[in-house]
């Protein structure tokens, strides 16, 4: 076991600066927001129960060692509280990124005042005194017990053996909370989350999309196996109850500054052949509209496609293609970067308390993919290729202050969140996006992703190049339901059928062409999924289950 004293003699010897010292701010001041409703008034009201964003912390308690990369986790109050306000919960933080959190606090706004309570008692749940690890101090963490009728939002996080102030803390009214599941590991005593032993989460509300009204407090969750008070979940987040929760969310001036001040950059890999267009550039070039069982006449399509079908689903009974003559379909496979827009789709999240800004980018053609295994790179002929590619980023802004919270990045079927933190810019408040060569799969940073499992997958190879596309320059805001009538849909955006035909060629010769030169890979690439394969067109934005869902 090694002792207090060791422990702060481990800490002095300690000469690096940990990431989470450093406090994260954007690279430029924010923009001066429109004139607007409830948007970026620094309070939202929930119905009764008024909160508000605190990102100004006093450091409670470090660790340094576990969690990820091994550099421990830091623990906080919020400090700043407005008057009337109450902290709700403790934060806590991964060492290995710098300060760029936010906790709630609250306050009862109603003439009954019962929306808040104190806590009736405090349970430890755990406490670091006993193990040998490199901390600055001890550290204790309690959980609050809330009265019948009440929930506790959070943990409190304390550096001495004495409970907390009953007056430290408040709990929400039943009717305010909602149901909450862990999200990003914080801690825990190894490298890696272990279900057997400590671990601490970030948690999240479990019922999230542009309807649910569950607010995310921004606390954290200890899970200990050996505390029987801990084998379910004692938290909650809040929820929003006011009936006009759409009063928070930004109007149209508002969200054309939003995307003004942090529209992505797209950087295009050095040998990128088929770039983005608008869908419009798509249609006036010789995009066609193709109807089963009259393969033979295909309708070209009006600029905005009015006369395509619209509604319905996706029967396979329509679908899209290139132009016929081989000029004008080389032609329209390239793209054309000058004429590219951006599509925009808003929609508000956690209860309304951010807003989601889908950034869609359409690719009249998807290239070929490569595999690599080991040290070995095999092109895979035609698979992948697909006519009609949609791609899409998700900026998540705050309703408190406007500011960037995370950015989505959409690859194939699936995507990640990035923290506003560990994203790159370039020099002003725009991330920078890499889309992978062919297959357009947006990343964070540059480099080489593999898709799949060991040393056998898709390559995903992206670089920064000059060929890049600020999405400010040229945007749509296609569709914003809480907006009502201000926003007009294109008619494209209800055509729910493929944008590309089924492919032309025999996709198992292909699998099999590959398997002679790469012995072993023909499993694999049997399991990647069509999005991948190219076997089929894709379906365009409205089709996706992220348009009215949540990103996965």
Same mark, same amino acid.
């Given at each position: 076991?090694?002792?207090?004293?060791?422990?702060?003699?481990?800490?002095?010897?300690?000469?690096?600066?940990?990431?989470?010292?450093? %406090?994260?701010?954007?690279?430029?001041?924010?923009?001066?927001?429109?004139?607007? #409703?409830?948007?970026?008034?620094?309070?939202?009201?929930?119905?009764?129960?008024?909160?508000?964003?605190?990102?100004?912390?006093?450091?409670?308690?470090?660790?340094?060692?576990?969690?990820?990369?091994?550099?421990?986790?830091?623990?906080?109050?919020?400090?700043?509280?407005?008057?009337?306000?109450?902290?709700?919960?403790?934060?806590?933080?991964?060492?290995?990124?710098?300060?760029?959190?936010?906790?709630?606090?609250?306050?009862?706004?109603?003439?009954?005042?019962?929306?808040?309570?104190?806590? %009736?008692?405090?349970?430890?749940?755990?406490?670091?005194?006993?193990?040998?690890?490199?901390?600055?101090?001890?550290?204790?963490?309690?959980?609050?017990?809330?009265?019948?009728?009440? &929930?506790?939002?959070?943990?409190?996080?304390?550096?001495?053996?004495?409970?907390?102030?009953?007056?430290?803390?408040?709990?929400?009214?039943?009717?305010?909370?909602?149901?909450?599941?862990?999200?990003?590991?914080?801690?825990?005593?190894?490298? #890696?989350?272990?279900?057997?032993?400590?671990?601490? =989460?970030?948690?999240?509300?479990?019922?999230?999309?542009?309807?649910?009204?569950?607010?995310?407090?921004?606390?954290?969750?200890?899970?200990?196996?050996?505390?029987?008070?801990?084998? &379910?979940?004692?938290?909650?987040?809040?929820?929003?109850?006011?009936?006009?929760?759409?009063?928070?969310?930004?109007?149209?001036?508002?969200?054309?500054?939003?995307?003004?001040?942090?529209?992505?950059?797209?950087?295009?890999?050095?040998?990128?052949?088929?770039? /983005?267009?608008?869908?419009?550039? =798509?249609?006036?070039?010789?995009?066609?509209?193709?109807?089963?069982?009259? #393969?033979?006449?295909?309708?070209?399509?009006?600029?905005?496609?009015?006369?395509?079908?619209?509604?319905?689903?996706?029967?396979?009974?329509?679908?899209?293609?290139?132009?016929?003559?081989?000029?004008?379909?080389?032609?329209?496979?390239?793209?054309?970067?000058?004429?590219?827009?951006?599509?925009?789709?808003?929609?508000?999240?956690?209860?309304?308390?951010?807003?989601?800004?889908?950034?869609?980018? =359409?690719?009249?053609?998807?290239?070929?993919?490569?595999?690599?295994?080991? =040290?070995?790179?095999?092109?895979?002929?035609?698979?992948?290729?697909?006519?009609?590619?949609? #791609?899409?980023?998700?900026?998540?802004?705050?309703?408190?202050?406007?500011?960037?919270?995370?950015?989505?990045?959409?690859? &194939?079927?699936?995507?990640?969140?990035?923290?506003?933190?560990?994203?790159?810019?370039?020099?002003?408040?725009?991330?920078?996006?890499?889309?992978?060569?062919?297959?357009?799969?947006?990343?964070?940073?540059?480099?080489?992703?593999?898709?799949?499992?060991?040393?056998?997958?898709?390559?995903?190879?992206?670089?920064?190049?000059?060929?890049?596309?600020?999405?400010?320059?040229?945007?749509?805001? %296609?569709?914003?339901?809480?907006?009502?009538?201000?926003?007009?849909?294109?008619?494209?955006?209800?055509?729910?059928?493929?944008?590309? /035909?089924?492919?032309?060629?025999?996709?198992?010769?292909?699998?099999?062409?590959?398997?002679?030169?790469?012995?072993?890979?023909?499993?694999?690439?049997?399991?990647?999924?069509?999005?991948?394969?190219?076997?089929?067109?894709?379906?365009?934005?409205?089709?996706?289950?992220?348009?009215?869902?949540?990103?996965?």
């Amino acid at each position: 076991m090694v002792s207090m004293g060791n422990c702060l003699t481990l800490h002095r010897k300690r000469k690096k600066a940990l990431p989470i010292e450093t %406090v994260f701010k954007l690279p430029s001041p924010l923009p001066t927001w429109p004139p607007g #409703e409830g948007f970026a008034k620094g309070i939202i009201d929930l119905g009764g129960l008024q909160v508000c964003q605190i990102s100004t912390f006093t450091k409670v308690w470090v660790t340094y060692q576990g969690g990820p990369d091994d550099l421990g986790a830091t623990f906080f109050e919020p400090s700043l509280i407005p008057d009337g306000f109450h902290m709700l919960a403790s934060y806590g933080q991964s060492n290995n990124r710098l300060l760029s959190g936010s906790v709630l606090v609250a306050k009862d706004d109603t003439d009954n005042q019962d929306l808040l309570i104190r806590p %009736v008692d405090y349970s430890l749940i755990w406490t670091s005194e006993s193990l040998g690890m490199k901390q600055d101090t001890n550290g204790y963490i309690w959980l609050p017990i809330a009265p019948e009728g009440y &929930h506790a939002l959070g943990h409190v996080v304390t550096n001495t053996e004495h409970k907390p102030p009953i007056d430290k803390i408040r709990c929400a009214r039943s009717d305010f909370t909602d149901e909450i599941e862990n999200q990003t590991w914080i801690w825990g005593l190894g490298k #890696e989350s272990n279900a057997n032993e400590l671990n601490y =989460f970030t948690i999240m509300p479990m019922n999230r999309g542009p309807q649910q009204m569950a607010v995310c407090v921004g606390s954290f969750i200890a899970q200990n196996p050996n505390n029987p008070s801990l084998s &379910h979940t004692p938290l909650a987040c809040l929820r929003n109850k006011k009936p006009n929760y759409l009063s928070s969310m930004p109007n149209i001036q508002q969200i054309e500054t939003l995307f003004q001040a942090y529209s992505p950059l797209i950087y295009f890999h050095p040998k990128e052949t088929y770039l /983005p267009s608008s869908v419009n550039w =798509f249609f006036i070039n010789g995009g066609l509209l193709y109807t089963k069982g009259d #393969e033979s006449n295909p309708v070209p399509i009006e600029p905005t496609g009015s006369n395509l079908p619209l509604g319905g689903s996706n029967d396979g009974n329509y679908w899209l293609d290139l132009p016929i003559d081989k000029p004008s379909k080389e032609k329209v496979k390239k793209g054309d970067l000058k004429e590219t827009q951006v599509y925009l789709h808003v929609k508000p999240m956690l209860g309304a308390t951010y807003t989601d800004i889908q950034i869609w980018v =359409f690719y009249p053609f998807n290239g070929g993919a490569k595999a690599k295994a080991v =040290f070995i790179n095999i092109p895979l002929g035609k698979i992948g290729e697909h006519v009609g590619d949609w #791609e899409h980023l998700t900026l998540r802004i705050s309703n408190f202050t406007g500011e960037l919270q995370s950015v989505y990045f959409s690859a &194939h079927s699936g995507g990640s969140w990035v923290t506003v933190s560990e994203l790159e810019f370039n020099g002003v408040n725009k991330p920078c996006t890499y889309s992978s060569l062919h297959g357009h799969a947006m990343y964070s940073k540059p480099g080489l992703v593999l898709q799949g499992k060991g040393t056998i997958g898709i390559r995903n190879d992206t670089a920064k190049s000059k060929i890049l596309m600020d999405t400010g320059v040229g945007f749509e805001l %296609v569709a914003g339901e809480y907006l009502g009538n201000s926003v007009v849909e294109p008619p494209w955006l209800n055509y729910c059928r493929e944008w590309g /035909p089924k492919v032309s060629y025999d996709l198992g010769d292909e699998i099999k062409k590959v398997g002679k030169l790469l012995p072993g890979i023909e499993k694999f690439m049997k399991s990647l999924p069509k999005e991948v394969l190219g076997e089929e067109g894709p379906t365009g934005p409205k089709m996706k289950r992220s348009w009215d869902g949540v990103e996965v």
